[in-house]
């Protein structure tokens, strides 16, 4: 073979392998979560010794901590079941776990002042409704599944804009029973983790408190304060929604029941009422 032959020859099988080490480059590797699980053990025993100096930081940290931990096992199952999990994925939680590292060595780089707290502040209880995304069935979900679902309404503070709507809730699946043909109904347990308002990521503790059925928004976004109930908004402002979805129960934790013998089906476009379970503070420019 000419050099010329062998140099085209080995310019082509480069080309060839670009694709592949462009994808590899993408995703996450073994090394990459070992790192994490790494940094996450060494952050928690820092959090540990924390708790005789500052016990209320201490606390709050290990709250955030445990959902970087359930975050870092849903990448572990992902990353053995597909075998290919984006590197985003990998970084997003990684910068989490790097800002409260910064947070538990007094380095925070933004500080939120005590006197924009609460008028910036989603309260424990307040209410969202939000369309879902993608479908969901008993049948087929299985447990750390994720899944999205845009907020419906603006949410105010005063004149202040906390979170727009087409603002997106990431969900996980955290329970699921399947019906069986006997009177063994179907069961999804869903929650929410994590709110992008404007491109900054929040951790939450959400439920899911209602199911609705829905044919679309009317007319324009509406808009509701804190504090006041979903439920009047929706039916006060957007219209076209039936009411709560037949066949479907929702009981405590978030836990959708269907009819005996049958499973819990949640088609994208039902509107699902998000009951906020811990306070969330929302930055906002000054």
């Known amino acids: 073979m000419s050099k010329w032959a062998r140099g085209t020859t080995a310019w082509l099988f480069a080309l060839l392998l670009l694709p592949a080490l462009a994808a590899a480059q993408d995703s996450m590797t073994q090394a990459d979560l070992d790192r994490l699980q790494d940094q ?9 010794e924390l708790q005789s100096t ?41 910068d989490r776990l790097d800002a409260l590292q910064r947070e538990a060595s007094g380095t925070t780089l933004r500080e939120v002042t005590p006197s924009r707290r609460g008028s910036n502040e989603i309260a424990v209880g307040q209410e969202l409704d939000a369309r879902l995304q ?26 202040m804009l906390l979170v727009p709507a087409g603002s997106v809730l990431r969900g996980v699946v955290s329970g699921v029973e399947k019906a069986t043909r006997t009177d063994r109904r179907g069961r999804l347990t869903l929650s929410f983790d994590q709110m992008t308002v404007d ?9 899911v408190t209602q199911a609705l059925e829905g044919e679309g928004i009317k007319g324009e976004v509406g808009k509701m304060t804190t504090g006041a109930a979903a439920g009047a ?21 978030g ?16 509107v699902l009422r998000v009951r906020f379970d811990a306070p969330v503070l929302i930055e906002t420019a000054q």
């Open 199 to 207: 491109r900054q990521t929040y951790r939450i503790r959400a439920t």
């Open 54 to 94: 500052d016990t209320a930081r201490a606390n709050r940290l290990s709250s955030d901590l445990q959902l970087l931990e359930d975050d870092i096992a849903y990448l572990r199952v992902r990353l053995r079941r597909e075998g290919n999990v984006p590197r985003s994925e990998y970084t997003a939680v990684r």
């Open 255 to 270: 836990t959708v029941l269907a009819t005996p013998g049958t499973n819990v089906d949640l088609a994208a476009g039902t």
């Open 134 to 159: 993608t479908p969901l069935s008993s049948s087929t979900a299985a447990v750390e599944d994720r899944f999205e679902a845009t907020t419906l309404v603006d949410l105010y503070s005063g004149d």
């Open 40 to 48: 996450h053990a060494a952050l928690t025993r820092q959090v540990q």
């Open 233 to 253: 908004i929706i039916g006060g402002i957007l219209g076209g929604f039936k009411g709560a979805l037949a066949g479907i129960l929702i009981g405590g934790g």
